[in-house]
Nanobody, 124 residues
């Protein structure tokens, strides 16, 4: 079992920045690719970003490319999502997830463990 706990959500004005963290416990963190997903009210959960087990490979949804950065620190069992130039359409509950694949995936079904989510609200 892997337990994931997100933090760092909140309210920010459009154009602002926010950083999310997700700390893992339970199993060897470096054995898992990590991803961030988000879900807005009335919408399906969507892919945001993923990072490979050792952090050498990343991938982003087109909607966040150039604005969001995913990174990880395996020594701290933590994955991060730095969000810049935020837009009202970025408002959602953000979830981190762990996948046994090496490089991660944009598909939610590829992930074995999920955090409880943290709310991000961007005001216009």
């Amino acid at each position: 079992q892997v337990q994931l706990v997100e933090s760092g959500g909140g309210l920010v004005q459009a154009g602002g920045s926010l950083g999310l963290s997700c700390t893992a416990s339970g199993r060897t963190f470096s054995n898992y690719a990590m991803g961030w997903f988000r879900q807005a009210p009335g919408k399906e959960r969507e892919f945001v970003a993923t990072v490979s087990r050792v952090g050498g490979a990343t991938d982003y949804a087109d909607s966040v490319k150039g604005r969001f950065t995913i990174s990880r620190d395996n020594a701290k069992n933590t994955v991060y999502l730095q969000m810049n130039s935020l837009k009202p359409e970025d408002t959602a509950v953000y979830y981190c997830a762990a996948s046994g694949q090496y490089s991660g995936s944009a598909i939610p079904a590829a992930y074995d463990y999920w955090g409880q989510g943290t709310q991000v609200t961007v005001s216009s």
